[in-house]
């Protein structure tokens, strides 16, 4: 299992993938907003989308679990 978490501060914007879905290391799995930016999150690793802890609109500090890869 691989976490993937939030780089900064900020509220998330757009979830772009699903439980079940496979990404491979560098894909987007969620966009975050803070200070009018949006900032991609993307998988460090290979893996099958296990659990997604985060929902749009959310505020969200940095280190958050945000996806868990399997």
């Known amino acids: ?5 939030a ?3 900020g509220t998330v914007w757009k979830i772009e993938v699903a439980v079940g879905d496979q ?12 200070m009018k930016m949006e900032m991609p999150v993307e998988a460090e690793d290979d893996g099958k989308v296990a659990e997604i ?3 749009e609109g959310q505020s969200v500090q940095e280190g958050e679990v945000l996806v868990v890869l399997e």
């Open 1 to 5: 299992m691989a976490d993937i978490e």
């Open 7 to 9: 780089h900064i501060t």
């Open 23 to 34: 990404v491979a290391d560098g894909d987007t799995v969620v966009i975050l907003e803070s």
């Open 53 to 55: 802890r985060c929902e």
